[in-house]
């Protein structure tokens, strides 16, 4: 498979374009087993930036230059962060309209039930159900 690439470009960044030649100094096999730092396999992980399919027959080169490989990597470990800010965000949301949710379930109850000088009753009531949901 390698016969597909001529021999210029098979030394380029695929990329980049810089040349930087076979040798595993200052390039990185894109198909050969290589994976980011987070442990995935390097060629999703350009496949996702780059928005194309990533294979053999499909890639004008094989190889990444060492400055590009950082990039991708960075690139994957920023993604993870916002995958992971998302969710903390989203569950912190969740939370507030659940507190939100039993609030006014309280308040109405409270107008219902009760009289305006059972206000602090209820109140305490929320209180700690506020607080059974913090620590959940
Ligand atoms: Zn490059």
Same mark, same amino acid.
């Given at each position: 498979?390698?016969?597909?690439?001529d021999?210029?470009?098979?030394?380029?960044?695929?990329v980049?374009?810089?040349?930087? %030649?076979?040798?595993?100094?200052?390039? *990185? #096999? +894109? &198909?050969?087993?290589?994976y980011?730092?987070?442990? =995935? #396999?390097?060629?999703?992980?350009?496949?996702?930036?780059? %928005?194309?399919?990533?294979? /053999?027959?499909? $890639? /004008?080169? #094989? *190889?990444?230059c060492?400055?590009? &490989? =950082?990039? &991708?990597?960075?690139?994957?470990?920023? =993604?993870?962060? $916002?995958?992971?800010?998302? @969710?903390?965000?989203?569950?912190?949301?969740?939370? !507030? *309209?659940?507190? /939100?949710?039993?609030?006014? +379930? &309280?308040?109405?109850?409270?107008?219902?039930? /009760?009289?305006? !000088?059972?206000?602090t009753?209820?109140?305490?009531?929320? @209180?700690? $159900? =506020?607080?059974? +949901?913090?620590?959940?």
């Amino acid at each position: 498979m390698m016969a597909d690439f001529d021999k210029d470009s098979m030394q380029c960044c695929l990329v980049c374009n810089t040349k930087v %030649g076979l040798s595993a100094r200052n390039s *990185i #096999p +894109i &198909f050969d087993e290589s994976y980011t730092i987070s442990k =995935k #396999p390097l060629v999703d992980v350009i496949s996702a930036v780059l %928005g194309i399919d990533i294979s /053999h027959d499909s $890639v /004008h080169s #094989p *190889i990444i230059c060492k400055k590009c &490989f =950082k990039q &991708f990597n960075e690139a994957d470990e920023l =993604k993870s962060k $916002v995958t992971k800010l998302k @969710t903390e965000l989203c569950n912190s949301y969740k939370k !507030t *309209i659940e507190v /939100h949710k039993l609030c006014d +379930i &309280f308040q109405n109850e409270e107008y219902n039930d /009760h009289d305006y !000088t059972d206000n602090t009753e209820s109140q305490n009531i929320l @209180t700690k $159900v =506020k607080c059974y +949901i913090k620590l959940s």
